[in-house]
């Protein structure tokens, strides 16, 4: 049975959305004035809703979660997903987390010191986990050049490390 709050929560949800539709088919309302009652009855809608899931899975309503959703929506919809125990992590720390394995990984590998193992394992290391991280792209490349030829497995040992470490402090702060 669902919760008297959380229906009267849906149902003012509901209201604001039909508000909504109401203002986009007005002929007589100007852009501006149709975008602010849109965005208003937006962020009364999202307000009910946070409060009915809240209440429903029993988790704390912090008054912030129609902000978020409004002021990001796609990284605001992971964190309320992830709030209410719809997600494990969002995308963003999912990343994070997998950037933070893929440093530790490579930072095992360049303390290898014979240069064609660690090679190997730091070229598939990096090749199984794409990621758009700077560091980690400039490490692919610099890579490259020493599986070419062009730079020295020592040189770029100590270069990656250093990337390695920045990585590191990256990801922890």
């Known amino acids: 049975m669902i919760p008297e709050y959380s229906l009267e929560k849906i149902e003012a949800t509901l209201r604001s959305l039909s ?4 203002f986009l088919n007005d002929a007589s309302l100007s852009e501006d004035d149709r ?5 208003c ?5 999202l307000r009910d809703f946070t409060k009915a899931v809240s209440s429903l899975t029993q988790t704390e309503w912090t008054g912030d979660e129609a902000a978020l959703f409004i002021s990001e929506p796609v990284k605001g919809l992971e964190k309320l997903l992830v709030k209410y125990g719809r997600l494990s992590a ?6 994070r987390a997998l950037e933070i394995h893929l440093a530790e990984q490579c930072q095992q590998f360049l303390e290898i010191t014979d ?3 660690a090679r190997t394992q730091l070229h598939e290391l990096l090749r199984r986990y794409p990621t ?6 400039s ?6 050049k020493v599986h070419q030829g062009q730079n020295a497995w020592n040189e770029f040992r100590i270069e990656a490390m250093r990337g390695v470490s920045e990585l590191r402090k990256q990801l922890q702060g």
Do not use: Q
């Not at 975008?35 to 965005?39: A, N, P, Q, S």
């Not at 490490?139 to 490259?144: T, V």
């Open 132 to 137: 758009a991280n700077p560091i980690i792209e």
């Open 115 to 117: 240069r064609a193992p």
């Open 90 to 95: 969002t995308k963003e720390d999912r990343i």
């Open 19 to 22: 508000y909504i539709a109401e």
């Open 35 to 39: 975008k602010d009652r849109i965005v």
């Open 41 to 45: 009855f937006l962020g009364l809608a």
């Open 139 to 144: 490490l692919r490349d610099e890579l490259e």
